[in-house]
């Protein structure tokens, strides 16, 4: 059977398919010790590296995976070939893009997606995708890799000395295994195309000594504000994500929607499916069966009304869908006052003094500390939404009715 086409280098050689040639040398057969790598991976030795011999031919022929015609960039170095790695205990629940991170800090987290969508992460032999959760024992192959060398940080640097106080005065709690974040509007978690500056880069300053860093447990649009949780030690990273992953946690939201909701308290159930135009992605109302198509379930209650132009509303999303409460409250026809992909109403004017910036905010979020005990935690409104308030009279120490929601779908 012929071999799968492998992945096109960085210097534009092709993979070569099927099985490696096979080259007969008698004084390589007699002393292999040149061209044992690692896990048992054959490998030509290079001059000055130990077990090289300079007496005699090498071996004309190196595994075509582990080799680049490029050569590598000031700052970069190259991983040693194929490695293949197994799943400790500590690191069972962990996503595999999520323990490629861990496993490799110099690897940006745009290059780990691409790597495992491409099929050249294995878990037992097999394509996996970003989010599969992995179970203690499981073999992973991970192909060699150009690394970026992580930088330094000292605590006298002055740039890193400004992201922590930064992160320091977005904190709203904080403990030696987590710590919540009221993030800022238009501040993305994650990096992405064109995004350099986000959250995740700059946990990098909070490493530890041991090389531990603290860990996103979940996301938020760049436009969302309000309570981000993050774990600070891989076992909290796992218990939290437990807790996520058995709908534990309970996450209110706040917005500011076009119109009245009726009833003013309902519960919205579709099923979504995300869809690509031009070079953005959203999310749109999808049928049940529909590939790609997830289910979605959001609880919501009024707060406040101002008149009949607008609506502050509280939100639980039983599930957690990419976009999920910005295309539901979309799709009962009241979106949310400023959202730029979702906000469709015909001949509606932003009422005066107000920003046109998305009213949403990660208001509350309450869930067991992986100690022990329950965290509750609430962000205060950005200023754009403040504003709003204020103008509207709202108020926002104002009894939340949607906490007492149900949980099933």
Known sequence: MRGARGPRQPGGGKQIAGPRHQVQHRKARRSPSHLAGEGGERRRREPGEEGYSSKGTPHPVAPREARSDRPLAQGERASSGVQNVAVTADESGMRVDRFLEARFPGLSFSHIQRVIRKGEVRVDGRRTQPKSRLQAGQMIRIPPLRLDQPKPHTRGSEAD???????????????????????????????????????????????????????????????????????????????????????????????????????????????LAKEQREEDSFMRIARHGEQGATHAVTYYAIVETSGRLLAWVSLKPVTGRTHQLRAHMAHINHPIVGDPKYFFRENWELPGGMQNKLHLLARRIVVPHPRGGVIDVSAPLPPHMQQSWNLLGLDASRYDPIVEAPEEE
């Open 161 to 271: 000395e400004k992201t922590r106080e930064l992160l320091k005065s977005i904190t709203l709690y904080e403990d030696a295994d987590l710590l919540v974040l009221n993030k800022p509007m238009g501040l993305a978690v994650q990096g992405g195309s064109g995004t350099a500056r986000h959250i995740d880069g700059m946990l990098e300053v909070m490493r530890d000594a041991s090389g531990q860093r603290p860990r996103l447990v979940h996301r938020l649009d760049k436009d969302t504000a309000g309570c981000l949780l993050v774990a600070k030690t891989r076992f909290a990273a796992a218990a939290l994500a437990k807790t996520f992953r058995s709908r534990s946690a309970r996450k209110i939201y706040w917005a500011l929607v076009a119109g009245v909701p009726k009833p003013p308290q309902g519960r919205i159930s579709t099923f």
